[in-house]
Each structure stands twice: as C-alpha cells, then as structure tokens.
C-alpha cells in the first residue's frame, strides 16, 4: 500500500480538515495523481509551486475539462497577493463526475499543527467520498496552548482538558474521532481516514501508534495512517 491508497485518494472527492498538514498532505498526493484536481472551499495559501498550473475561474468544470497540463488548481479568485479564496461547497459537489481524483482544503489552521473545528467548519461538499482529519504527532506531550493548538477552547471542550494541560495521546484521538472535532459534518457516504503526520522518529511514531490504537476504541474507521509528508516515501505505517 501506498500513500495515496492509504488515504482513498486515487479516486473522487478527498477533503483535508484538522491541523499539522493539510496542505503538505495535498502536494504529496497530487504528485503522486495522474491528473489530479487541486481546489479549496476556504482560503488556501498561494500553490502554484507544487502544481503545474493555477486557473483563477468561477467556472472551474470548464478549466478541468480544457486543460492539458496536471496537477491543476482551480480557484474562484486571488483574494490576496499571499492567498486564494475557495469554492462554496456546492460548487467543488458539482465536480464529482469529472474523471479526475479531487483534493480539497476544507478548513484553515493558521499553521497550527492541532485544532477543531469552529461552529463555520468544516466546509465540505456533499459528494465528499473520503474525508482525512490530521493532526501532527508533534503535539503529543507539548501543553494546550495557542501557539500550537487553533481554537484551544473547542479542543479543550472535546478532551476535557484545561488550557496549559499537557496534551495526550487519548485527546488527539478524542479530537480525531469527534463529530465534534475530525468527523464533524462527514457526509453519511464518506470515508474517514485520520491521519496522524509528521511521524519523523521512532518516539513520534510511538505516540502516533497510541492515538490510532485510541481513535479505533472510539470510532469506527476502516484504519488510521502514521506519515510523514515532507520524505520521498512518505507513508510510516497504517493501523
């Protein structure tokens, strides 16, 4: 198995929520795709670097079916000189029966690498066929704390923590596995498939092997991936 199997991507809609990756995670697959579709449904940094091209476009069924060079990003407008605005949901739904696997940014983190959801997010379109929650396995051990949690009081409203606490294999996984958290509002004919990143020592993969082990005590998902993005061969494990 490899990482794109890993994650259910080679085929429809796959959506990125949570923290610690998402956009690394996107760029690895995309690579990896035959002509695979990059877009967002919230803002998404500038990434024309790990695509061959980026169609700013309000009709971006049109761009896909015209291009001929891949992996392709298509947004609705270059918001910034820094960032792109993303698809309403409706719109990225509407692309599910194109011949293309489809990545998708559907919540933003602001660079942490741990966070849920607020009340607005995710953003994800209803033909969504996985959904992929992420978390770094950095955040193992480190307190709850806004300089690497986002949204600390929805974290610590899931995991029972305190602001400051020492975050622990048992609360990544509490958030990973919340419809509160990681599987908030995944369509009923979804995959989830967390995904534990930046598992860069064998102390990190012991810790990202005890939030899988904990997600599947908690919920029903067909397995947990342990990666790291940023190798040639990223995939570390899957439980």
């Not at 069924?61 to 392709?72: K, R």
């Not at 307190?143 to 009081?153: E, G, K, M, N, S």
Request: with cysteine; proline share 8%.
């Amino acid at each position: 198995m490899d990482i794109v199997d890993a994650l259910d991507a080679r085929h429809g809609t796959t959506c990125f929520v949570g923290a610690g990756g998402k956009k690394t995670t996107m760029a690895a697959l995309a690579a990896r795709l035959e002509r695979a579709v990059v877009t967002a449904t919230v803002r998404i940094p500038i990434f024309d670097g790990w695509v061959a091209d980026v169609v700013v476009t309000e009709t971006p069924q049109t761009a896909i079916d015209t291009a001929s060079t891949w992996p392709l990003g298509v947004v609705p407008v270059q918001e910034r000189p820094d960032r792109y605005r993303g698809y309403d949901p409706e719109t990225v739904a509407d692309l599910a029966d194109i011949e293309h696997p489809i990545l998708v940014k559907a919540d933003g983190a602001r660079m942490r690498e741990f966070k849920a959801p607020s009340d607005r997010e995710p953003q994800l379109p209803s033909t969504a066929s996985t959904v992929v929650p992420i978390a770094s396995a950095h955040v193992v051990g480190e307190p709850l704390t806004a300089d690497i949690v986002h949204r600390v009081d929805e974290v610590a409203a899931i995991t029972g923590l305190d602001p400051g606490d020492e975050i622990r294999p048992r609360d990544v996984a509490a958030v990973l596995a919340s419809d509160q958290g990681g599987l908030k509002d995944v369509p009923a004919n979804a995959t989830a498939v967390p995904l534990l990143n930046m598992v860069d020592d064998k102390g990190l993969e012991t810790s990202a092997r005890a939030v899988a082990e904990a997600i599947h005590d908690r919920v029903d998902v067909p397995r947990v991936v342990l990666a790291e993005m940023r190798s040639d061969d990223p995939l570390v494990a899957v439980v």
